[in-house]
């Protein structure tokens, strides 16, 4: 959720909580107040009607009390109108009195044996009535008679005069009765008058709490009934007197003194009525009444008369509705706040998410690469500063990414490129020649590989230096371009002295022409430091797809041709085609087989017999190792030595071709007048640990007794002129021991005069395409005659290699190069045939 949804959210939830804590609070607290505020209600009712309730029962009583004294004075104004007999009053004087004297009715009681009787009256019930049954009021006649004062609690007492209780009578509650009983002895009768009155109970309507209560009820909210109980009496049965026929209940035992009880509930109330009285205690209780949910409080009063309990009946719905009602209006404030809290929120919410808003866009578009994009940041808050160092990370990071595509570019070309030629690298090589293959699938046009590598550069580079090797190899890329400039072209350096250029659209015999171009170009003068330096180089071309489809093969193939150019005396150009191939493809499998040879001690050494022609002799021979395997047959040293050389395998060779020769010349040797000298031919890998060749080679001579002098080490011109300075210092000590040093197929390579001067050699070789160049009218001899003549001013023997014919021995005789060796003298032969040849 969004922080502008989250903040209103938080705000507005906060506020209801606060809200609903208030609300129920004051829920709480009004109900407490109403049912205080009931409570203090109820009280101010309870003293109000408790005191109408004592003022209407002590103004009852000064009533009653004025009828009382009203009717003695009545009885004494009956005791002076009639005879103080009874046998003598009639019922007319009666009856005439009770008019005069405003009274219901007259009786009078006259004491019997065992009673006290009503015998004259002008009420006929009273006549004969005995009243022996009236409980205090007998005993209040009894007093009276005995004209004592009466001591009866109740009703009023004067002199000779005592008057009941008002009496309400049940036949008709409308009216009461009031008797009064005067005897002063003067007659012998209890005069008894009465009043049939309401005077009372209009008092007691008029002026009674009855009309308070009833303005209570009516105007006073929730008040719904007030009753003023007798505790004595509510609840029991209604206590009735019978007095002449009539029955009475008096006005203090009624149950209930004033107001109504229509919320009857007399099994509760008369219990709770009672322990109130008892108690003195408010007593309290809840319910349901004629589906009014009601409140009944009864509160007890100690009057000074009677005591009593004020009953209320309270409305507590009402409680409820204003509670209710001030709920709701507190609710809808709540929500009309909250709604309030809620857009301000928002729009303070919206406020900071605004900025921030802005801050996130301008963030996102940054972060999807739009660097050095920035923002405003004219705000003094945290978002101003959060926008600066926006600003500042975006703007590093714009010149971070442009330094790194900077480098990338750099690394890239680095990686794609020879970083001292500035040409591309083999891997750029191998892209570049997959998507011309692909290209060529296509279109059908020849993509011509010509694999270039410089001859004897690593002997330029140990005599010159490497910095100077360096600079001619820049010499030779800038070299190989300008040769180029017309042909469509890709030149690679692939690593050393190896050049690679791919060239499109041409055919065989263009390629070929276009590689020996550039051979030529390679081989003029370059000048480092105003110094000539010349340059050969060797060329394979293979064809895509002539030569092969597969580009390692493509590769490969160009590699060999530009080998064989090699092998074949270097600066020249070779196409590739099958027997460069077969040879190529025979390479391991011959490799192989030749360690197996070596192992099951296979390699013969045959021995070519070296001539003078001078003497008619044998001088010595020439050791040369032949293997004839069972499946390849005879194997030619041409093939296998540089394997040999190139895989190690040159070393045990040696060591067969050594053994074998070495034990096989000093058998020959023993008893001879004249010792035979061995020749054995050396490779340019076993001058790599000159030490041990001179150790080894000591102890074999040592071993075969043979003399330092017979032994003839032959060594090629190219492999002195790619060992320079450890191979000359090798054949120093060789030389130093006694040994001969030859050097074989001399003229194929390029040595100078000075430099062989500086050689501690003693025979030049000529080799054998000299010799067989010449032609039968010794045209053609110019090389062999030169070398011929080279030896002699440097003072070195000289043999000739590959006489075969009689005019090439005669030529070199002619020359005086009497030492020679060839098919026409002797072909290598085996130890036995060279034993029988020297037998001869
Ligand atoms: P190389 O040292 O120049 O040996 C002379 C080669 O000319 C031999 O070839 C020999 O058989 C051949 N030959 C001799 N007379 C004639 C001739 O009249 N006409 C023709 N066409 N060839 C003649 P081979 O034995 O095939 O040896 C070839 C090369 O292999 C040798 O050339 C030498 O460089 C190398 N080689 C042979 N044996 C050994 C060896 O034991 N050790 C080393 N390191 N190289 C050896
Ligand atoms: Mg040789
Ligand atoms: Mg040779």
């Known amino acids: 959720m969004s922080i502008k949804k989250k903040l209103p959210l938080i705000f507005t939830i906060l506020v209801f909580l606060i809200l609903l804590m208030n609300n129920s609070l004051h829920f709480f607290r009004s109900k407490q107040q109403l049912l205080d505020y009931n409570e203090s209600q109820i009280n101010m009712i309870t003293q109000e009607v408790a005191f109408q309730v004592e003022n209407a029962k002590k103004g009852s009583l000064y009533v009653e009390d004025l009828i009382g004294r009203e009717l003695r004075t009545a009885s004494i104004a009956i005791q002076k109108s009639l005879p103080a007999k009874h046998e003598d009053v009639t019922n007319e004087q009666l009856i005439h009195l009770a008019n005069e004297l405003m009274l219901s009715h007259i009786t009078l009681l006259v004491k019997t044996e065992d009673d006290i009787v009503g015998v004259k009256s002008t009420d006929p019930h009273e006549i004969n009535m005995g009243t022996k049954g009236w409980g205090y009021w007998y005993d209040a006649f009894e007093q009276l008679l005995a004209l004592t004062p009466v001591n009866v609690e109740k009703g009023l007492t004067l002199p000779h005069y005592w008057s009941g209780p008002i009496e309400v009578a049940s036949s008709n509650p409308d009216h009461v009765d009031k008797w009064g009983y005067y005897y002063d002895g003067s007659t012998n009768y209890i005069i008894d008058p009465y009043y049939r009155d309401n005077a009372v109970l209009e008092y007691e309507q008029n002026f009674g709490p009855g009309k308070i209560m009833t303005r209570f009820t009516e105007e006073l909210e929730g008040i719904l009934e007030l009753t003023v109980f007798n505790p004595e009496r509510f609840g029991d049965e209604k206590e009735v007197v019978h007095l002449n026929g009539n029955s009475y209940t008096r006005l203090s035992a009624e149950p209930i003194w004033y107001g109504s009880y229509n919320y009857h509930n007399e099994q509760i109330d008369v219990g709770l009525i009672k322990t109130a009285a008892k108690s003195g205690e408010t007593q309290s209780y809840r319910t349901t009444l004629d589906g009014k949910d009601i409140q009944k409080t009864f509160v007890p009063i100690q009057g000074n008369h009677e005591p009593f309990v004020i009953g209320l009946v309270y409305d507590y719905g009402l409680i409820q509705t204003q509670l209710n009602e001030e709920l709701k209006e507190h609710i809808l404030l709540s929500f009309i706040f909250m709604i309030f809290v809620l857009i301000i929120s928002f729009i303070f919410s919206r406020s900071i998410t605004k900025p921030v808003e802005y801050v996130v866009e301008r963030v996102n578009e940054i972060a999807k690469g739009d660097f050095g994009k920035t923002l405003k940041a004219d705000r003094k808050d945290e978002l101003g500063i959060l926008a600066k160092n926006v600003n500042a990370l975006s703007i590093s990071l714009k010149t971070y990414v442009e330094n790194l595509k900077k480098s990338n570019e750099v690394i890239e070309f680095q990686a794609l490129h020879d970083p001292l030629t500035n040409l591309p690298n083999r891997r750029y090589f191998q892209e570049e020649l997959t998507k011309r293959i692909e290209h060529s699938k296509r279109t059908g046009e020849n993509v011509t590989i010509l694999f270039i590598d410089l001859d004897r550069f690593k002997h330029l580079n140990d005599s010159l230096g490497h910095t100077k090797g360096d600079e001619l190899l820049k010499l030779t890329a800038n070299r190989l371009k300008e040769a180029l400039v017309t042909t469509k072209h890709f030149i690679t350096r692939q690593g050393g002295d190896e050049f690679i250029i791919l060239i499109e659209k041409v055919n065989k015999v263009e390629s070929k022409l276009l590689a020996e171009k550039i051979i030529l170009e390679l081989n003029k003068p370059f000048y480092l430091n105003e110094k000539k330096i010349y340059l050969n180089a060797s060329c394979g071309i293979s064809i895509y797809p002539e030569h092969h489809t597969e580009i390692e093969n493509l590769i490969a193939s160009s590699d060999m041709a530009m080998y064989s150019a090699k092998k074949d005396g270097g600066n020249k150009v070779v196409m590739f085609n099958d027997q460069i191939s077969t040879q190529g493809k025979q390479r391991p499998l011959i490799e192989t087989k030749l360690r197996r040879a070596l192992e099951e001690n296979k390699i013969s050494v045959y021995y070519q017999p070296k001539f003078d022609t001078n003497s008619g002799k044998i001088t010595g021979m020439e050791a040369l190792c032949r293997w004839k395997d069972d499946e390849l047959g005879w194997v030619s040293p ?25 034990s096989q010349l000093s058998q020959w040797n023993k008893g001879r007048n004249s010792p035979l000298t061995l020749a054995i031919n050396f490779s340019a890998r076993q001058f790599q640990e000159p030490e041990q060749l001179v150790r080894q080679i000591r102890r074999y001579l040592t071993k075969y007794q043979i003399a330092p002098e017979l032994f003839e080490i032959e060594i090629t011109e190219s492999t002195l002129l790619n060992h320079t300075h450890r191979t000359i210092s090798t054949l120093h000590s060789l030389k130093e021991i006694g040994i001969h040093i030859s050097i074989d197929d001399f003229g194929t ?29 010794f045209s053609n001899s110019e090389i062999a005659e030169t070398i011929i003549n080279l030896a002699r001013s440097l003072r070195l023997h000289v043999i000739a290699e590959g006489v075969e014919l009689e005019h090439q021995r005669d030529f070199l005789q002619s020359k005086n190069c009497t030492l020679m060796q060839g098919y026409f003298f002797s072909k290598p032969l085996s130890a036995e045939e060279f034993y029988e040849l020297i037998q001869k």
């Open 638 to 662: 041409d093939l296998f030595i540089p394997i040999a050389e190139e895989t190690g395998l040159i070393q045990p060779l040696w060591e067969q071709i050594m053994v074998a020769a070495c």
């Open 749 to 777: 390579g390029f040595s100078s005069l000075s430099y062989l001067k500086k050689l501690p050699i003693d025979c030049l070789k000529i080799d054998k395409s000299f010799i067989q160049d010449i032609n039968p009218d």
